[in-house]
């Protein structure tokens, strides 16, 4: 049994191909800190509307935060939890350059992927029109010298992140993947694939609960043994510095 990394785009495919029913099911909502009104209390920005919530732990703010909804019958929304959202999501709306499922799925299927996306970069550097976009550009770009692919992703209305690390496994003694994904209605989402006594296993961590449900039932089919965590502390495998670069005038 082989293993391309294209099968990365078609688990992505699978998990991203209802986003209605995610929205219903898993019941995340993106929201903006706008101000802290003390004692734990919060004001919210979300798409509809403004809202008040508390936090037992600090938020900052004009930062983006997943949060979980719960509610009672006949009674307010309750936010249970606040997850900090990667700056790179934000960092990207505006960005030029976004693959789509289709277009990831081509590109990971190139025999020479990385090559193939540093030269999309490039020429999307040359041409970029605004500071910001010489800028991310030009972090993507420092993102593949650090052997991390990250890529801007469409998924219908919404927009997400994918990273991708080839690397050493001393116990196994054989190489792996490792890949991240921030997913506007399923949080962040992180991933090792190993190959293992000529088996694939593929381990996923995800930050909620109910997105772990979601998952197990959208990735019953695939051919490889898949197991689900939850934890919290799921970070990017590479982190933008904003102050990184030059300032440069474009």
Do not use: C
């Not at 009674?75 to 289709?102: A, G, V």
């Not at 998924?155 to 001393?170: E, I, P, S, T, W």
Request: a neutral charge.
């Amino acid at each position: 049994m082989s293993f391309s990394i294209s099968e990365l785009s078609n688990i992505l495919k699978l998990v991203s191909s209802s986003p209605a029913e995610a929205k219903a099911l898993i019941k995340l909502l993106a929201v903006d800190v706008t101000k802290s009104l003390g004692d734990g209390k919060y004001l919210l920005e979300t798409p509809s509307k403004e809202l008040t919530a508390f936090s037992d732990k600090p938020l900052q703010d004009g930062l983006k935060y997943w949060v979980e909804l719960g509610t009672k019958q006949h009674e307010t929304p309750i936010i249970s939890k606040f997850l900090q959202q990667p700056k790179i999501l934000q960092e990207f709306q505006n960005l030029s350059l976004k693959f789509d499922i289709k277009e990831l799925h081509e590109l990971l299927s190139s025999k020479k992927t990385i090559e193939s996306f540093k030269t999309s970069l490039l020429e999307h550097l040359s041409n970029a029109t605004s500071k910001e976009d010489f800028t991310q550009f030009s972090n993507l770009l420092l993102s593949l010298m650090q052997n991390t692919l990250t890529i801007p992703l469409t998924l219908g209305h919404y927009l997400g992140v994918f990273q991708m690390k080839k690397r050493y496994n001393k116990t196994t003694k054989k190489s792996q993947l490792d890949f991240y994904a921030a997913l506007l209605k399923l949080g962040p989402i992180s991933g090792t694939i190993m190959f293992i006594e000529d088996e694939i296993f593929i381990d996923l961590d995800v930050a909620f609960t109910t997105t772990k449900l979601f998952l197990e039932a959208h990735l019953k089919d695939i051919r490889y043994k898949t197991t689900l965590h939850v934890r919290e502390n799921i970070e990017p495998l590479y982190q933008f510095q904003t102050n990184s670069l030059l300032d440069i005038n474009v």
